[in-house]
């Protein structure tokens, strides 16, 4: 009877438990970096630093926050106080913004990442002249 909702669980454990492993990976592998040998005067590629934790953490309290609020709570069914139907939606609230920041920090890292890729890996197929050469409108002379 509840063997779906046991499988939704579980399958949302185990995805949000992979990302984390994998950010946990890339941070351990990035304090652990070091310049290539044949050049030790070229940083190392890539360094985690705590400012790009910060979405995750974010995104964990959030998830924290938003799952432990009680739903009768929210809606004011459980016949209690009137200030516990605020406090649960006010909470509500807190934790939807801190996903609304966890997402925008991982926005603009994912924009730093892209821009710090651009300018250091070469992508041979596209040279200036084939953007020269592929125009989008023709000259009109």
């Keep these: 009877e509840h063997r779906r909702t046991i499988g939704i669980y579980l399958q949302a454990l185990w995805s949000f438990a992979l990302a984390n492993w994998t ?12 310049p290539p040998y044949e050049d030790p005067q070229i940083p190392p590629p890539v360094h985690v630093q705590f400012v790009d934790w910060v979405p995750g953490i974010c995104s964990l309290l959030s998830m924290l926050i938003i799952n432990l609020i009680n739903k009768d709570k ?17 909470f509500l609230f807190i934790g939807f913004a801190f996903m609304a920041g966890g997402l925008a920090g991982n926005v603009v890292s ?4 892209l821009t710090l890729l651009k300018h250091t890996v070469e992508f041979p197929a596209l040279n200036k002249s084939d953007y020269q050469s592929t125009t989008l409108c023709a000259d009109v002379t």
């Design 110 to 113: 994912l924009d730093d990442f």
């Design 23 to 34: 950010f946990l990976d890339a941070a351990i592998l990035s304090a652990h970096a070091h």
């Design 74 to 90: 929210i809606r004011g069914d459980d016949y209690g106080d009137s200030t516990a139907v605020w406090r649960a939606r006010l």
